[in-house]
């Protein structure tokens, strides 16, 4: 029979492990940087807060029951996500944000403002592993993160945004 010591211990040890390895996925969630493109914005809005930009794809976790036809005739911004060690180091050595380009992005989406009574979807354009779902909910945590960045979150019926031909996310 195991001493109440060693029970303690070993709760104490399995709950540590399982919070290690529930959290640790969470933590690498978050792209370098993320650039937010297209009109009506007159230059892409930079996210280089890692753990921000961890927080708003948190947000956009929920899987949204829209289909691609619904979607269609909704306005949209671009999304270019930086992904991986390269963009830390881009970032850490000091190099210029404003300088990166959708196309040089390891992945895109792209981001559809709450238009009307639809709420706000999150559409990327792949996801590595086994997501069911390219089409997400984006969560008020999210609205919050982008409209803080002047990012529009919320658009009218009949605004039309034109997406921009030049410098398209490419990933």
Known sequence: MMSKTCRTALVIGVVLLVLVTSTTPALAAGPRVMLVYGPPLAQPVILHDWAENMRLMLAVGEDAAATSGEITRRPFLGVALFWGMPWVQYAQHGKPLAALRPEQANQCAWFYPAYGRARPLWVFHNIPGPNTSLIRWVSP?????????????????GTKLVASTNGRCQA
């Open 141 to 157: 945590t999210g609205i919050t993160i982008l409209a803080r960045h002047g990012v529009p979150v919320h658009l009218m019926v």
